[in-house]
């Protein structure tokens, strides 16, 4: 009897592979000296993955930035503390809790007003409209930095979270009776966010099913099974499956070729 085979795995996700979608081409909004640049028109990123959203700002000469902090909030209405998904004061604990740990500043010296953002774990409900605020100071006679400021900037840039559409790389060496071989399965996107799962699921022909066992290896964001292949096996089929935090997965199936010396 054929036996099905499931192994779970972790790996680790290295990097990024956000997909920032929309037109790259970018526009400058400026209010009362204070000014932010973004990609024009909506960011698009499939559910699983990760996405990038590129801003960068500068204030006015006498404003010296302290903190940032990104909201998300329904586009209609200013976004306030309830609203807050990540700040650079490590302190706060005004952060919701479905965005804890899931969003970083791409460039951390907030003294270069690189205010790029990459939110890893993306769901549909990410989707939505993203608001900057950069707290500080602003500058008094003598040259110090004493009076606390912050300003908000108007312009948002708008995130849509699809379907996941992309699937993992199957890679099969010539697979001969009797020689050790591996298949090589590799998983869509290059984020740094939580670990996947990935697993193997094997399935026969329904003749001369038999069982296969293999060692499994994980390195970053793949995952590679040695074994020996049977002739019983030519003509079966094997899926890689990968399964991402809240609930997504994607998977791809080869079908293997056992050839006889």
């Known amino acids: 009897m054929f036996v099905l085979i499931w192994v779970a795995l972790l790996f680790s996700v290295?990097?990024?592979?956000?997909?920032?979608?929309?037109?790259?081409?970018?526009?400058?909004?400026?209010?009362n000296g204070f000014c932010i640049t973004l990609n024009e028109g909506e960011i698009t990123a499939e559910a699983g993955l990760c996405v990038v959203i590129p801003c960068s700002f500068i204030t006015t000469s006498d404003f010296k930035t302290e903190h940032m902090v990104w909201y998300k909030c329904e586009p209609y209405r200013r976004c306030g503390d309830s609203d807050v998904i990540f700040h650079t004061d490590k302190n706060n604990k005004k952060v919701?809790?479905?965005?804890?740990?899931?969003?970083?500043?791409?460039?951390?010296?907030?003294?270069?007003?690189n205010c790029s953002i990459i939110i890893n774990d993306l769901t549909e409900s990410d989707s939505g409209s993203y608001q900057l605020r950069v707290n500080g100071f602003r500058k008094l006679s003598g040259g110090y930095y004493k009076v606390p400021e912050g300003f908000t900037f108007s312009a948002r840039p708008t995130v849509s979270v699809k379907d996941l559409i992309q699937k993992p790389i199957v890679m099969i060496h010539p697979l001969t009776e009797g020689q050790q071989t591996t298949l090589t399965c590799t998983a869509p996107g290059h984020c740094s966010g939580s670990d996947p799962t990935i697993t193997w699921r094997w399935k026969g022909?329904?003749?001369?099913?038999?069982?296969?066992?293999?060692?499994?290896?994980?390195?970053?964001?793949s995952s590679t099974l040695t074994f020996n292949p049977l002739a019983e096996l030519h003509g079966t089929s094997v899926t890689c499956k990968v399964s991402f935090t809240g609930g997504t997965t994607t998977e791809e199936t080869v079908t293997l070729n056992v050839t006889c010396e």
Request: charged share 15%; aromatic share 2%.
């Open 14 to 31: 290295r990097g990024s592979n956000a997909d920032t979608g929309g037109s790259v081409k970018q526009r400058t909004h400026c209010n």
């Open 96 to 113: 919701q809790p479905q965005f804890e740990g899931r969003v970083s500043l791409l460039q951390s010296d907030v003294s270069q007003n």
């Open 205 to 221: 022909t329904g003749v001369n099913d038999s069982p296969i066992t293999g060692n499994i290896t994980a390195k970053n964001h």
